[in-house]
């Protein structure tokens, strides 16, 4: 199902600041903003750049990182003020997390590098330590849990709003055609015309690949996976039928067909689950905007 939500407001990353008065021992440090009676200074800003580029660099690298992370200033120092302003309520709510759920939370952050060197290497390389990633993950899940308070437990989505979703977005449920195929791939197109006469006379598709060095495959194909003139050759065909060679990133393929399943549509029982969730998530999206501009509208901010 083609449906996509806006990124939710709380920040997906692991994040944390340290709370306090206003006092004379933040006075020698720039201010990045205020948040009601709390400051953000601009170390406090800094960090946070810091760990971003962290989590940024799962996927942009280079000189195509430190564009993104630049491009995006602004949002990141509006998403500091924000949390900044649910840190605080739970702080009014006096809620609790656990040192077990933290461990875990770092735990599962330190499974996505290859291993724990690498981990602690990009740790080393934002000026940050594990440390720092408990504290962090403390205050998300504390925002976590406001959100589940505020927001979440009141959030509904009942059968017919279900039902009604799926009969106005009838397209969504519809799995592409798709096919199990054979398929050979030859560097010279002489070899792939000579692979196709040996298909087509009924010789072993191995022994063929064996005999002019192709590469062999078997591959479950759908709609959309390849260039439109590429698939409607490789869909054009009859189950047992092989097709001319196909150029493709400059090498030669051979496709024959084994088995096709035309395009099917899901059955609302099929579909409820997934239709429940994205219309929850869009309920919870939309609540969570509502709820936070809210709080910004009832506080004292000033981005310096």
Known sequence: MRLKLKFLIISVCLWSMVYGRWSSSFAQEKIAAIVNKEIITQKDFSDFLNFMRMQMSQEYKGAELDKKMESMKNEFLEKLVEDRLIM???????????????????????????????????????GLVEADLEARAREQMLMYAVIEEKIKKNILVTPSEVTEFYHQHGEEFVTPETGEFESLAADQKDAALSAVRDLKEGKDINDIANGLSLSYNKVDLARGQLKKEVEDIIFGLKPGEVSDPVEISERYYIFRLNKFNPPQKRTLIQAQEDIQNYLFNLKMQESMEKWVADLKKRSFIKII
């Open 88 to 126: 605080q309520e739970a702080q009014k709510l006096k809620i609790q997390i656990s040192p077990e759920r933290i461990r875990e939370r770092i735990n599962s952050l330190r499974q996505r590098y290859p291993s724990d060197t690498h981990f602690q290497q990009s740790l080393k390389a934002q």
